[in-house]
């Protein structure tokens, strides 16, 4: 399996409007509530990238994204519940050191990259607790090794792109001006690299709930 990294880095660019739809991206994702619409915008888009369509979509219907946002989130939270819990009782047992930090940060790690594999899974619905379907989000996984090696890659570089980008514009009010623009097509370029690697799984058509 391959995922096309310079694909992904180009996504948030595949639309004759992108720079528009971008703008009003990043600011709806800075205010509270309102950044539903940004969350839903996004599950439009993997969808479109799990379908190999990397263009952009409309902000057609704010109504309907607003809702699709809105679920994916009180889904997420659901799904981040036992996460939650099981960073609680580490801190509790080890105390707040080096190595309780690093095995918290490796658990954040897994935790947000099957949570972007989750909403694959969310995709195929958009019901809230697809979120936490992990029979239908373990089938990604089957038979996908370097598939799933290569997510992990793909996303880690994708990160790693993004945060050189903010630091070389970490003068402080350039950054509190940039930084939030700078989210949003990152989160749009990781969904991509999420949505080629669900794409191209062995088993994906088995994740559509009958």
């Not at 409309?58 to 819990?85: Q, R």
């Not at 799933?148 to 945060?163: A, N, Q, T």
Request: hydrophobic share 55%; net charge neutral.
């Amino acid at each position: 399996m391959s995922i096309d990294i310079v694909r992904a880095l180009k996504s948030p660019f595949q639309s004759e409007t992108w720079f528009l739809k971008l703008i009003i991206g990043s600011i709806l994702f800075l205010i509270p509530i309102a950044n539903f619409i940004t969350f839903g915008y996004i599950v439009k888009a993997l969808q479109n990238y799990i379908e190999k369509n990397d263009t952009l979509p409309e902000y057609s219907d704010l109504g309907a994204l607003f809702i699709t946002g809105a679920k994916i989130v009180i889904g997420y939270v659901i799904f981040s519940i036992p996460f939650v819990i099981l960073t609680i009782i580490i801190y509790m047992a080890s105390g707040d050191n080096h190595a309780t930090s690093i095995i918290v940060g490796l658990i954040e790690t897994i935790v947000t990259i099957l949570g972007m594999v989750m909403a694959v899974v969310f995709c195929t619905d958009e019901k809230i607790l697809s979120m936490i379907d992990f029979s239908r989000g373990m089938k990604l996984f089957k038979n996908n090794s370097s598939g799933f090696i290569s997510l992990i890659i793909f996303l880690l570089l994708v990160y790693v792109v993004y945060g050189i980008i903010m630091f070389l514009v970490c003068i402080p009010i350039i950054t509190i001006v940039l930084v939030p623009f700078l989210c949003y097509p990152m989160l749009l370029t990781a969904y991509n690299v999420v949505g080629q690697f669900a794409s191209e799984a062995p088993l994906k058509n088995e994740i559509r709930k009958l």
